[in-house]
Nanobody
Framework: QVQLVESGGGLVQAGGSLRLSCAASRRIFGINTMGWYRQPPGKQRELVAS???????NYAVAVKGRFTISRDNAKNTVDLQMNGLKPEDTAVYFC?????????WGQGTQVTVSS
């Protein structure tokens, strides 16, 4: 069974850092571009960053220069290092393929940034 499990969220003050991690089944990890997404309160889910199997990355304008996505093919994980966090980064963060596959959405991990 394919699973994506996110971890690493929490409460942090503005300017702080968090590192999110997503563990993926080998079956989907090795051949797909992976992405981190977020859903702020009352808003739609949006793409934050993506990384290809060749480690090419792309970022949303709002997080460029502050967030770094990386993947570890040996461990089947994709991480999101978040620095310089802002209150507007508060959201539930999810990982999925890019483009996302509906059946792979997990429960996500909550990130709350206080001002």
């Amino acid at each position: 069974q394919v699973q994506l499990v996110e971890s690493g969220g929490g409460l942090v003050q503005a300017g702080g850092s968090l590192r999110l991690s997503c563990a993926a089944s080998r079956r989907i990890f090795g051949i797909n571009t992976m992405g981190w997404y977020r859903q702020p309160p009352g808003k739609q889910r949006e793409l934050v960053a993506s990384v290809t199997t060749g480690d090419s990355t792309n970022y949303a304008v709002a997080v460029k220069g502050r967030f770094t996505i990386s993947r570890d093919n040996a461990k089947n994980t994709v991480d999101l290092q978040m620095n310089g966090l802002k209150p507007e980064d508060t959201a539930v963060y999810f990982c999925n393929l890019f483009p996302p596959f509906q059946g792979f959405w997990g429960q996500g991990t909550q990130v709350t940034v206080s001002s």
